[in-house]
């Protein structure tokens, strides 16, 4: 069993403190954000993610989980301590590293003992050492024991609990081996590789990783594009291609493109990074130019279905980036209500979790109480985000209830034989059915 100080309580430091502590360690989460300390006390998430409410509950009943806004309530017995603040874009696609910073500082205001110092966020290349240096500074005439350590994390949202406990593998980057090596030991009873490089390089595969998945998104992307205009269908493209072992079929569907807290940030991060070290990321330029293309492509392929989207009523199911959370940041559907209304559309729409989250971004829009309301009077209904709750719907009633009959299905989650059986004009993403060209 080890103490273990985790400093952000968003969704990586919270699933972060909770599993450890599930796995028998003894976890104070911090954060400076008081509002957000007493809901957890009260057993109230800030998130929605599956899972974690209980497995919360379960730890701080056993004893093995807390939660304070206090740094040295905090950092008093812990051996190790792991930033997971909040790494967001800056003004020109850098990432802003204030809230790092400030948990380094902290951390040398507060530490009196030896600690491991563990960087869970992501973060530019050379940021350990950056964090290093800034304690060390702090610390001049009274130094302090201690190693830092990256330890990028791989969690998807809607999915943290599972992957944090199913890792494909724990990167632990380090000049300290022994520092490394106890970093491990918290992850032994995971069963998975763990690989330990330098503190430079475990930064990089981080980026590296991230991009990649949004590239493999970005370039089915294009092949939907192709699949468009020459009559194929791109789902089936994706399962051949996946078959491959070499290729593999994660990662590979095709819709509106990707969002969310990370691919977005990150992408442009690592191109900030290339860029400022004299680098030409054109590979990076292009996958994030084909992502915003997907959302314009859809709002073109409506204007020209409906002659023009002005005054046209567009039903959008699904707000959250992805479906099972309720996180809106950087999502795919929001930009592309701001599209159509920009073109004069008048949006109804509706999503699981996350319509609390989204309502303030959508000011214009009917945020509506289910599928079916969103459909009552519109010209047309498009699916952004795949929730199950979306998979079975009434289609015969949502026919009846729409003025104008034409489905843009965003995520490719329907059966166009269905549906056109039914009488709806059908547009996929990569889609077209027997030879029929998607419009
Ligand atoms: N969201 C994900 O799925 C995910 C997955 C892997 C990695 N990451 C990375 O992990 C990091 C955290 O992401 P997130 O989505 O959990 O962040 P978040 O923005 O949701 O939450 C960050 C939390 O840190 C707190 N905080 C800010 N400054 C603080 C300080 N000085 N002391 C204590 N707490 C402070 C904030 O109040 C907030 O609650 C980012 O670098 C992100 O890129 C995120
Ligand atoms: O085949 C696919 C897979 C995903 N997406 C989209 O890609 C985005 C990201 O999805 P996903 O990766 O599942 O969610 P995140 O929670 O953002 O997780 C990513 O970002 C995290 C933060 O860095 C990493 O830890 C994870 O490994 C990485 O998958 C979402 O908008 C998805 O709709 C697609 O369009 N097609």
């Given at each position: 069993m080890s103490n273990i100080c985790v400093i952000g309580t968003g969704y990586v430091g919270l699933v972060t403190g909770t599993c450890f502590a599930d796995l028998g360690n003894k976890v104070v989460c911090l954060d400076i954000d008081e509002n957000r300390i007493e809901k957890l006390k009260q057993g109230i998430m800030p998130i929605y993610e599956p899972g974690l409410e209980q497995l919360v509950a379960q730890n701080v009943r056993a004893g093995r989980l807390s939660f304070t806004t206090s740094y040295p309530e905090a950092l008093k017995d812990a051996e190790f301590a792991f930033i997971a603040v909040g790494t967001p874009s800056g003004v020109d696609g850098e990432a802003d590293l204030q809230y790092v910073r400030?948990?380094?500082?902290?951390?040398?205001?507060?530490?009196?003992?030896?600690?491991?110092?563990?960087?869970?966020?992501?973060?530019?290349?050379?940021?350990?050492?950056?964090?290093?240096?800034?304690?060390?500074?702090?610390?001049?005439?009274?130094?302090?024991?201690?190693?830092?350590v990256s330890n990028p994390e791989f969690l998807r949202e809607g999915s943290a609990i599972h992957d944090f406990m199913n890792p494909d593998r724990v990167v632990l980057g380090s000049l300290d081996r022994e520092a490394a090596s106890k970093v491990a030991q918290l992850y032994l009873?995971?069963?998975?590789?763990?690989?330990?490089?330098?503190?430079?390089?475990?930064?990089?595969?981080?980026?590296?990783?991230?991009?990649?998945?949004?590239?493999?998104?970005?370039?089915?992307?294009?092949?939907?594009?192709?699949?468009?205009?020459?009559?194929?269908?791109?789902?089936?493209?994706?399962?051949?291609?996946?078959?491959?072992?070499?290729?593999?079929?994660?990662?590979?569907?095709?819709?509106?493109?990707?969002?969310?807290?990370?691919?977005?940030?990150d992408v442009k991060a690592l191109a900030h990074m290339a860029v400022l070290h004299g680098s030409n990321p054109q590979l990076l330029q292009a996958v994030m130019e084909i992502n915003r293309n997907m959302r314009r492509?859809?709002?073109?392929?409506?204007?020209?279905?409906?002659?023009?989207?002005?005054?046209?009523?567009?039903?959008v199911l699904g707000l959250s980036f992805k479906p099972n959370t309720d996180d809106i940041r950087e999502a795919?559907?929001?930009?592309?209500?701001?599209?159509?209304e920009n073109e004069g559309a008048l949006i109804r729409a509706y999503d699981p979790q996350a319509m609390e989250n989204a309502r303030p971004?959508?000011?214009?829009?009917?945020?509506?109480?289910?599928?079916?309301?969103?459909?009552e009077g519109a010209d047309a209904l498009v699916l952004a985000t795949e929730w199950?709750?979306?998979?079975?719907l009434d289609f015969e009633r949502i026919y009846h209830l729409m003025r104008n009959p034409l489905i843009m299905d965003g995520r490719n989650l329907w059966d166009p034989e269905h549906l056109r059986s039914l009488g709806?004009?059908?547009f996929g993403i990569g889609r077209a059915t027997n030879g029929i060209v998607n419009g």
């Open positions: 400030a948990v380094a500082e902290a951390i040398a205001d507060h530490v009196d003992h030896p600690i491991i110092v563990v960087n869970k966020s992501t973060v530019p290349v050379g940021t350990g050492d950056w964090v290093a240096d800034i304690i060390r500074k702090r610390r001049a005439g009274r130094p302090l024991q201690f190693s830092v009873t995971l069963r998975c590789p763990i690989l330990i490089t330098d503190l430079r390089t475990a930064e990089m595969i981080k980026y590296a990783s991230n991009a990649f998945l949004a590239t493999r998104i970005s370039f089915i992307n294009e092949i939907a594009t192709i699949c468009e205009e020459l009559g194929a269908d791109v789902r089936q493209v994706a399962i051949g291609m996946g078959l491959d072992k070499r290729i593999g079929p994660a990662f590979l569907d095709a819709g509106l493109g990707w969002g969310g807290s990370c691919f977005p940030k492509r859809v709002v073109m392929r409506l204007r020209k279905a409906l002659g023009t989207l002005n005054e046209k009523v567009i039903g795919p559907a929001l930009e592309l209500i701001h599209l159509m971004l959508l000011p214009k829009a009917i945020l509506c109480a289910s599928p079916y309301e969103v459909a199950n709750e979306f998979k079975q709806f004009t059908y």
